[in-house]
């Protein structure tokens, strides 16, 4: 759980090649109070004038006494190719957001190969750690947000490669 909290306090700001604009964080703007409070609306206003849609909709900090809605995902991408939704945890005052983007440039997947990490002496710590340290050493391209999402995704595929190869499965016989 701790690495999707450094994907959302490591990037914040993205745009795809069509130009679709994301914005994620902990904004510690409480949109629970956005018809009772009118900075709190503006702000909300000032989203829905660039077409962005806040996603997130039930509250994502929640302790005994109160239960506020501070972190956000806005997004001008249309809702059928989006999936947002929070994560239930106790690691964190802040339960983890995220988004599920359908793209039309997924590679396919040959399905008569199949592959799984083999996690036979995987070790979580070793890994969160590794993946912090090369997270916290990236110089990120603020040019172009893009190519440090892939820069990033690289480094993380590495890292998980390292910790916990693929190997192929056996494949089921068909009668």
């Known amino acids: 759980m701790h690495l999707l909290k450094i994907y959302v306090k490591f990037f914040t700001i993205s745009v795809t090649k069509s130009y ?8 510690n703007i409480n949109l629970v109070q956005q018809t009772a409070i009118r900075q709190v609306r503006n702000h909300v206003n000032a ?9 997130i909709t039930k509250p994502t ?7 506020t809605l ?21 690691l964190s005052d802040h339960l983890p957001i995220f988004v599920s983007i359908k793209s039309a440039h997924v590679e396919k997947v040959d399905t008569k190969d199949q592959f799984k990490h083999g996690v036979s002496s995987f070790n979580a710590e070793e890994f969160l750690d590794e993946i912090k340290e090369t997270l916290n050493g990236m110089i990120i391209n603020s040019d172009n947000p893009a190519a440090a999402l892939d820069d990033a995704i690289g480094a993380n595929k590495k890292v998980l490669d390292d910790h916990a190869p693929l190997k192929k499965c056996l494949e089921l016989k068909e009668d």
């Open 47 to 55: 989203y829905k004038s660039y077409n962005c849609l806040q996603l």
């Open 70 to 90: 501070i972190d956000h995902i806005y997004t001008t991408l249309p809702l059928d190719k989006v999936s947002p939704g929070i994560l239930i945890n106790d």
């Open 61 to 67: 900090r929640i302790t005994p006494s109160s239960a």
């Open 20 to 27: 679709h604009l994301s914005y994620v964080g902990d904004i």
